[in-house]
Each structure stands twice: as C-alpha cells, then as structure tokens.
C-alpha cells in the first residue's frame, strides 16, 4: 500500500508563525509535526506521496536532509486545491487501497489493523474516529451498531452533529473514490466526496489512545503534552546546565545554560535561552533568543524571534510578519 498524505494548507490558524514555517515543520516534542505523522505509518508502506503546495520547498527540504524510512514523492499544487483537489491531483499512480493522511494529527493508531478492518468488511473506506467534547471544528461521523457510518457531517453546529466520534484524519480507502472526486478545481473531500461514500460501505474504527489535531496554538502544544506523556519525545531530560522538571526536548546547538525548565518543552535548534530565564508548556523553534530572566508560558516562539529579558510571554504565538 501507499500513503497519500495531505500537506498543503496554508496554516492560516498558527500564524505569523505559518507565514514562514510550514506547520508540519513546527516542532512538537524535538521532531516535526510531519515526523510524528509519519511515525504511524507501517513500515512495509511502498511509497509515501505528499500532496503538497503551500511552502512545498521547504517540506522538500526537511524530507530530502532527513529521509523517511519509506520513499518519498510530492506532487505540487500550484494554487491550493483543498482536500478533495489535493487527493486528486496525487492520484496517478496510488495504489489501490491506500492510506490517506491529514498531516496535522498526533495520535497513536494502528494503521494495519484499519487496513485489515476494510479488507474484512469489504468496505470502501475505513476512516479512524476519535472521541471529542467539542466536535464543531472537526468531521462528524454517525455510526450503527456495527460501526459502518451511516452520516457524516463536515464542521457540523453543534445541534446538528451527530455524535461525539470525528474524522481523526487517518484512514484506508479504495483508489476508486479519487474518481469521485472533481478534478481540476478546488474541492472538499470530506464535504463534497465522504457524504456519497457511504452507500459503498464506509466503516468507522474507534481510537482508544490519545489523539488531537495540532492545527491550533492550543492543540499543538496539547499535542506535544500527549507525545511527552507517551514517550515520543526521547528522553526528555534536563540537560546539564539548565535545572528544572522537563520534559524537554534540546534540539543540537542550542545553548540553555542557566535556563530554567517547566514542563513539556521543545527548544529548536540554535535557540539561546538566557541564564534564569523559565519556559514551561511551549515550543521555541530554531534560532530564537530567550532573554535573561524572561518567562514563557504556554507558548510558540517561532523561528529567530527576540523575546527581550525580563519580558513575560503567555499563551502567545510569536513570528514574523508576511513577508
Ligand atoms: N494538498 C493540499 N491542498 N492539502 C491541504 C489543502 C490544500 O489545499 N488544504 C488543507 N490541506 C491539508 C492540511 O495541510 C491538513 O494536513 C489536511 O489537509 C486537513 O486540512 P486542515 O485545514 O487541517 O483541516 P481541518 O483540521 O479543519 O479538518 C480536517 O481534519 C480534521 C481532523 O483533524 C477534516 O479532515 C476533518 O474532517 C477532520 O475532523
Ligand atoms: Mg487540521
């Protein structure tokens, strides 16, 4: 089998830090976002395609310095195509059935045993659901006793959403619904594709580990707890020269000396932390200065910002403007 996965949104809900970083690039627990995706992935996977477009250079880059264990191939949109008109525009070539992925979600899955799931009850697709309190911002799935899906409703109101299982964006489908899907425009594939499918037998598999999306400064940095908790971060010790809780994650030529250390951090590479400064709860990416004695709390520092000394940051996401 081979893995399309969805990796062009523009990231409009982590910016300014988006405007110069792709999110699957952001650090999350010392690796990418797009690592931690991959992750899941079995290894028997025979190509992995990213559907790609919005900083694809940059995405190109990271795969090509620290290459997967699976080939890799993108296709490039020029203007986004949406969910739906990214799958199609990758299509050539996928095999058939095949892993779809959103690229923004931390979870632990089993990939195999959905693709099992689909084979067994000779469905169209198996999508992976998780269990949410507030399912507005996601896909909602309404399923029988047997687990087939019998609804599915894109960012539903509330009243209307159906139950509480959402589209965790992982999951197994027949190469047939890329035919389903418009091509040459922009489109929805769960809006405009997912609701026709399930008269061919879409089948939901509950998540029972953890999962979130980590498309927002709030998820993402909840995403990075739950990776931490569940060991995905390494060791997640505090280096010597810093004191402190961790976990946290220091990427290579970082100097943290004298810095002090809540948890669940990652500082990118190159950053400096300033002697008595404390981070706790956030993600300092590469090449960013934490001034003498600052505090940061629950936030994304993005690449090469400035937080002067003394200076207090609380759930706050920092970058650059659009350039
Ligand atoms: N190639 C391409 N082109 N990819 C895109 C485009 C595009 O124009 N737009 C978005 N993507 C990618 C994103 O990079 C992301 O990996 C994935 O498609 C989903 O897009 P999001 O913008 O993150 O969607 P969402 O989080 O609002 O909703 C989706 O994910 C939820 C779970 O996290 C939907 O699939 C929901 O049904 C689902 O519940
Ligand atoms: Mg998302």
Do not use: C
């Amino acid at each position: 089998m081979k893995a399309l996965v969805l990796i062009g949104g523009l990231g409009t809900r982590l910016r300014p830090i988006t405007y110069s970083v792709p999110k699957q690039l952001i650090p999350i627990a010392g690796q990418p976002m797009l690592y931690h995706v991959l992750d899941l992935l079995p290894s028997d996977v025979e190509e992995v395609v990213l559907a790609s477009g919005y900083k694809a250079e940059a995405i190109d880059r990271y795969v090509r310095d620290h290459p997967p264990r699976w080939p890799v191939r993108t296709v490039r949109e020029v203007e986004p195509l949406g969910t739906g008109g990214g799958m199609r525009n990758a299509a050539d070539g996928m095999s058939d059935p095949f892993f779809l992925l959103n690229s923004d979600v931390i979870a632990r899955a089993d990939l195999a045993a959905m693709a099992r799931r689909r084979a067994e009850r000779d469905a169209i697709g198996v999508m992976a659901l998780a269990s949410v309190d507030d399912t507005r911002p996601f896909g909602v799935a309404a399923l029988d006793a047997e687990d087939r899906i019998t609804a599915f409703v894109e960012k539903p109101e509330p009243k209307d959403a159906p139950s509480h299982w959402i589209n965790a964006g992982l999951a197994v489908w027949r190469r047939s619904v890329l035919d389903r899907i418009p091509s040459g425009r922009p489109s929805s594939f769960e809006r405009e594709v997912v609701p026709h499918l399930l008269d061919r037998r879409v089948f939901g598999f509950r998540l029972a580990a953890y999962w979130d999306d980590a498309g927002t400064p709030e998820r993402l940095l909840h995403a990075q707890r739950l990776l931490f908790d569940d060991g995905r971060g390494g060791p997640g010790t505090v280096p010597p020269g810093a004191t402190g809780t961790g976990p946290v994650a220091v990427l290579e030529g970082a100097n943290v000396d004298g810095a002090v250390f809540g948890s669940y951090v990652t500082v990118g590479r190159r950053s400096r932390i300033g002697a008595g400064a404390r981070i706790e709860n956030s993600v300092i990416m590469d090449d960013a200065e934490i001034g003498e004695g600052a505090i940061v709390t629950g936030s994304l520092v993005g690449p090469s910002v400035r937080v002067l000394a003394g200076s207090r940051v609380e759930n706050a996401t920092l970058g650059a403007g659009p350039s």
